[in-house]
């Protein structure tokens, strides 16, 4: 069995999106990913890469088909990796709601039954999939994280909690504080339990607080967001990030909603911003 | 009873990005729109419109997601216009195949049982979609037409029925010469009847040859693109444009395949293109 199996790939911008399934030995079952390779990918240049974190209901495509990302990440020079945002399966738990189990993995480890088997995607993202990219793919070691949603907030926690793996962090309409929401408090009892204590540790606010980092941080926040502020709240983020001087640029955007349209919009800005603090 | 009912509506680009449904006479069911307001519109400048008409299996959704050509809309203050690709309901007419019935209206007035109630696609986007877009938004009367697939059918052959409606034209993996492929084949038989007479009416390389227009043409086809040439045939259309001294672009483009990530690779270039043919 091949370590990584190509589902797809289309020509893109000059360079190409692929789609690839393998086998995760933290999440135990089979898993997709997607990766979008400039052309200068192809030709052997080891790029810099950006971590794309989906949220609630998404999978690898929707950031792939809806942001827009391509087309700056094929100008500046930059691989571009799209993960699941859980395990998937027949076998794999799940529940009723849009806001636990498939399609919403929170990028932590679970610990509770019956997630604990599959539901390991803090471990996944930080360790299994760079692993992978850095063993299969044209890729230096510069790496960032970008995300949407509860993407946000997995792209924000695994930075915080790995300042010295990461070059910088953006986000569109972040979870940026999940033990403050009903999805992040349903979400974390479910995976890690009644111990607030245990929540703490993948909270972004409660971490940015502990051990502020020394990269830059971007966030976009749409004004008319559904959202926004109850299962968000960046502005909690946002202040507990400037009280530690940390580098933070926030965007509250008029009118803007929760959405890839409005994702769509400003990622020219995040693709140009992690250009940035890879030296481009 | 309004005459256009507002579905969905997101901030896009500085401008909106909507959904509408209203009751067709011509379909004689309800039917659904998008529509992108770039912000000069929305400040009540009359501006352009492209009408942008989709393929198989897509609704007006599918342009509107996955084209990007809100970004390049917005830089020149054009309007979009995206229709629905048939009409739709549980009344309506259907087949168990992608490639007749909802989803695939193939753009012609049907004049055979049991479609012709329903399907009267060319009637809707030449007269009334137009007279509706006319009456309720912020537009002049610089049209132009852009497709992909089977709605790069419908616009070349729309266009080419309608020179003095429209300043240019433009398609992608166009169904150039539906009368040489088993879906336009298919198609013509069931909405048009057996007498081939009647499909030529609808076919863009017979019409070129025939009446050859006045305004400029620009296709893109990809040269990996899984429908051709057999389905599609745009090397027909162009042979039969130049031997006409029609202005027309054609460009193949290398390792392409049918899907949007062509399109939205090239869609700037086409955007651009309707610009100048509007004269901005």
Redesign the interface.
């Given at each position: 069995m091949p370590e990584i199996t190509l589902l797809a790939t289309?020509?893109?911008?000059?360079g190409e999106?692929r789609r690839y399934r393998h086998y995760s030995r933290y999440n135990q079952c089979d898993m997709t990913f997607s990766v979008y390779l400039p052309s200068r990918a192809l030709q052997g240049y080891r790029l810099p890469v950006v971590y794309c974190l989906g949220g609630l209901t998404c999978t690898d495509e929707n950031f792939c088909?809806?942001s827009?990302a391509q087309?700056f990440a094929a100008e500046w020079g930059i691989v571009l990796v799209m993960p699941d945002t859980s395990p998937r399966g027949t076998d794999v738990a799940d529940a009723n709601i849009y806001s636990l189990g498939q399609g919403a993995g929170f990028y932590v480890n679970a610990t509770q039954q019956p997630w604990v088997q599959h539901y390991q995607m803090y471990d996944y993202v930080v360790t299994e999939l760079p692993e992978l990219i850095e063993k299969h793919f044209p890729v230096n070691e510069q790496r960032s994280l970008c995300g949407h949603s509860m993407g946000g907030h997995g792209a924000l926690m695994i930075a915080l909690k790995n300042p010295q793996r990461y070059l910088a962090v953006s986000a569109f309409a972040p979870i940026a504080h999940p033990i403050a929401g009903t999805w992040g408090q349903e979400a974390f009892t479910a995976y890690l339990g009644e111990n607030q204590a245990d929540w703490a540790v993948y909270d972004s606010t409660e971490l940015i607080t502990q051990n502020p980092p020394p990269f830059p941080i971007l966030i976009d926040q749409?004004s008319?967001d559904e959202y926004y502020p109850a299962q968000l709240h960046p502005q909690d983020f946002v202040q507990a990030a400037r009280f530690k001087g940390v580098n933070i640029r926030y965007h509250l955007?008029k009118?803007?909603?929760h959405?890839?349209?409005?994702v769509?919009?400003f990622i020219e800005s995040h693709i140009s911003f992690h250009a940035e603090a890879f030296g481009l």
């Open positions: 289309h020509q893109l911008f000059n999106q088909i809806k827009g087309r749409g008319v955007r009118d803007y909603d959405s890839y349209y409005f769509s919009t």
